[in-house]
């Protein structure tokens, strides 16, 4: 139906030592009898849930990603990553969603399920992507048809060049979301280019510059009341030559809703820093000529091998973006004319939101004759307030502005062990776990009524407000890191409550 399979593919045509077919016949014989087992029928009723296969397959993307290492990112863009953008853009039902990059659907399933998330129709949701890459293109359709999503237009070509999804007129299709992580620094060619209308400004074809234009193609490919988001390198904030230019036109048509810095080492096999650029082709008036710039370099969970945003980071970015909101060292709404007369067309995040941390504080005196400087300990006086502990439990006067450990703090571990001990820091702690007792017990009520339901979505919704109504007012973890905990936690048990759903 979708032509995945339309090549011959020979299974056995690697050699193994000596020549040696690598698997038998016998053995594929073997294989074959077994899925024709009538009970190994692989449809949706035989499963736990109806998106088993499609679970296992996202599984298996990952884990032949995390193997390939720089190669794993020409097709899988990491969860964590896609999540955020879909969050930031909050696609609805009834919405043609686009990827011109599209890899292995990411950005589609992940907006397919968000849709669901939210209590709304996926199935009305029409989903559009494209891939230069034959393989690739196969393993996105596969992964559609694994995820059950039928409504999806997945073509095989390079995007810059041509175009494959157009309209009823012959042109390129409009679209009400737009989702993509292209690929950093490549070159293009203008010579076949088809619909050159699309941009506005060209870049230096063999100069590695085609980021701008995979962001002039997703712009053009924008309804009037469109938005967007893509992964861009740094490098596109702030390089001089034609993307300077693009840059200028991207200000004056005013289409600039958000610049995120993303944090470093998420992305398999580079190290370049990136960014989020969010495109929204009708501002409201409050945001006219402005833009909201959010850094979020410093938060993220270290990796071996990869860094990670955690659900906290990704709660705190989107709930600074939909609010607009300007905390200090991370978000700052910013006027198009400060950009355009004191930066001249720059659009280096640090230069409005530095978050550079402040320099560790030295004391010479401290470090010539000891004690600990009052002002240091002073200084950690809002994380004392969480608990309610009197750090007075762990120091003593020394001289004038310096402090000592007592006596009781006889070696570093006492440390710990005196404020685990602490009255009030049981007393919080106590009343933390009280709190979650409770919300528990309606947790478990809800998630008992699910078999006969059918309401997950409003159980979501509504055990994530009742946590934050609960344990905010406890002042020990704000509601972003509270929201993060949740998330974090109600994507390791999806699964199982999709299983509650569908069998009881």
């Known amino acids: 139906m979708y032509g995945v399979l339309k090549n011959n593919i020979d299974f056995n045509a690697g050699k193994g030592k000596e020549g040696a077919s690598r698997i038998s016949d016998q053995r594929w014989k ?8 009538p009970r190994f029928v692989l449809v949706n009723d035989n499963f736990e849930f109806p998106d ?10 990952k884990y032949f990603a995390d193997s390939a290492g ?3 990112g020409e097709f899988y863009t990491p969860g964590e990553v896609v999540r955020l953008l879909v969050q930031l853009v909050k696609p609805q039902e009834g919405m043609e969603i686009y990827d011109p990059i599209v890899g292995s659907g990411g950005f589609l399933i992940h907006s397919y399920q968000y849709v669901e998330e939210q209590g709304q129709n996926p199935k009305d949701l029409h989903l559009y992507g494209q891939d230069s890459n034959g393989t690739v293109w196969s393993i996105c359709i596969m992964n559609m048809i694994l995820h059950n999503i039928n409504n999806f237009t997945i073509e095989n070509g390079d995007t810059l060049e041509d175009p494959l999804i157009l309209d009823n007129e012959g042109y390129w299709k409009k679209f009400d979301r737009v989702l993509a992580n292209p690929p950093f620094s490549q070159n293009y060619s203008r010579q076949n280019m088809k619909y050159p209308n699309r941009f506005k400004e060209f870049c230096p074809e063999n100069g590695k510059k085609a980021d701008l234009m995979f962001v002039q193609h997703m712009i053009a490919s924008l309804k009037p009341y469109g938005k967007m988001a893509t992964i861009m390198p740094h490098g596109v904030l702030f390089r001089g030559g034609k993307e300077k230019v693009i840059r200028e036109i991207l200000l004056k048509d005013d289409v600039i809703e958000a610049i995120i810095g993303l944090p470093p080492g998420l992305f398999y096999g ?4 990136a960014c989020v650029l969010v495109i929204n082709k009708n501002k409201p008036d409050e945001l006219k000529n402005k833009i909201l710039f959010i850094n979020a370099d410093a938060e993220y969970a270290e990796g071996k091998n990869q860094n990670k945003l955690r659900p906290e980071d990704i709660e705190k970015i989107d709930y600074a973006f939909s609010n607009k909101l300007e905390i200090p060292k991370y978000s700052r709404l910013v006027d198009v004319r400060e950009i355009i007369e004191e930066h001249d067309f720059n659009l280096n995040i640090r230069r409005y939101v530095d978050n550079t ?3 560790e504080p030295e004391d010479v005196t401290a470090h010539l004759i000891g004690g600990v400087p009052e002002n240091e300990v002073q200084a950690k006086q809002k994380q004392y307030q969480k608990f309610a502990f009197d750090p007075a439990r762990l120091f003593e006067p020394l001289r004038p502005g310096y402090l000592m450990f007592r006596q009781t ?9 005196i404020i685990d001990a602490d009255e009030q820091v049981q007393r919080t702690m106590d009343a933390m776990h009280n709190l979650m007792g409770e919300w528990w017990q309606t ?4 998630f008992s009524c699910l078999y006969q339901n059918n309401n997950l979505p409003q159980v979501r919704s509504h055990l994530l407000v009742s946590l934050k109504e609960k344990l905010c007012p406890v ?3 704000d509601e972003f890191q509270i929201a993060g905990v949740f998330v974090n936690w109600w994507q390791n048990i999806r699964y199982d409550l999709k299983t509650i759903v569908n069998i009881g």
Do not use: C, M, W
């Open 357 to 359: 941390p402040e320099p």
């Open 70 to 72: 720089k190669k794993g």
């Open 270 to 273: 580079t190290g370049i820093p």
């Open 475 to 477: 002042g020990v973890l």
């Open 409 to 417: 703090v006889s070696e570093k571990q006492r440390i710990k062990e």
């Open 52 to 61: 088993l296969l499609g679970a296992a397959y996202e599984y298996l993307i």
């Open 30 to 37: 073997d294989l074959l009898d077994h899925f024709n087992n």
């Open 443 to 446: 947790a478990q009520e809800e």
